[in-house]
């Protein structure tokens, strides 16, 4: 089972800010199966990356993923008011077929 | 646009079944390049992958609920289900269905995320 782990568990930063999210895997992943998720409160979560560099349709680009193997990384460029919340990355591939991390929680310092 | 709606009892005994609906609309669960997904999310807790299926009727589900789990599809009333067995308060979550976008090229699996998302629906399980 490939293990998601995210870091840091909570990240507090100011708008106008750059932020920068991990998340390592526990065996190589194709980056072409790598995703991110945002979630607010009481909102489902929105897909923002899939590809581990490929924003969804609708998504702003001061979000941007890269990485490879087992780092990847989610950077938010200049955080807005709206960009605080819960960050999820997930992968597609091995059994289990889908797997997310435990979360990253984007707050306002 | 394709829009999903999870629906089912908010309150499900102990060692009872948990049924959940989602119906698709604006688009047809009969889509090739879908598969349909339930996740869950525990109160305060992470996401957690239940399964998903195909139009055709293939499934694939996350072992650690494979043997409690099945996820059926309607194709006349544009429907998926989720079905929960010997349910425990560990199942208690606001459960999810989600669209979940794979294009399938000879071998290849091109994956482009989970990007639809229903609101989701609250389960206790409580007696």
């Known amino acids: 089972e490939i293990v998601l782990t995210q870091s840091p568990g909570t990240l507090s930063l100011s708008p106008g800010e750059r932020a920068t999210l991990s998340c390592r895997a526990s065996?190589?992943?194709?980056?072409?199966?790598l995703a991110w998720y945002q979630q607010k409160p009481g909102q489902a979560p929105r897909l923002l990356i899939y590809?581990?560099?490929s924003r969804a349709t609708g998504i702003p680009d001061r979000f941007s993923g890269s990485g490879s193997g087992t780092d990847f990384t989610l950077t938010i460029s200049r955080l807005e008011p709206e960009d605080f919340a819960v960050y999820y990355c997930?992968?597609?591939?091995?059994?289990?077929?889908?797997?997310f991390g435990q979360g990253t929680r984007l707050e306002i310092k | 646009q394709v829009q999903l709606q999870e629906s089912g009892p908010g309150l499900v005994k102990p060692s009872e079944t948990l049924s959940l609906t989602c119906t698709v609309s604006?688009?047809?669960?009969?889509?090739?390049?879908?598969?349909w997904s339930w996740i869950r999310q525990p109160p305060g807790k992470g996401l957690e992958w239940i399964g998903y299926?195909?139009?055709?009727?293939?499934?694939n589900y996350n072992p650690s609920l494979k043997s409690r789990v099945t996820i059926s599809v309607d194709t006349s009333k544009n429907q998926f289900s989720l079905k929960l067995s010997s349910v425990t308060a560990a199942d208690t979550a606001v459960y999810y269905c989600?669209?979940?976008?794979?294009?399938?090229?000879?071998?290849?699996?091109?994956?482009?995320?989970?990007?639809?998302w229903g609101q989701g629906t609250t389960v206790t399980v409580s007696s």
């Open positions: 590809g581990a560099s």
């Open positions: 989600a669209r979940l976008h794979v294009v399938v090229a000879a071998t290849t699996y091109y994956y482009y995320g989970m990007d639809v």
């Open positions: 065996q190589s992943v194709s980056s072409s199966y």
């Open positions: 604006g688009g047809s669960v009969s889509s090739g390049s879908y598969y």
């Open positions: 299926i195909y139009y055709s009727g293939s499934t």
């Open positions: 997930q992968q597609y591939g091995s059994s289990p077929r889908i797997t």
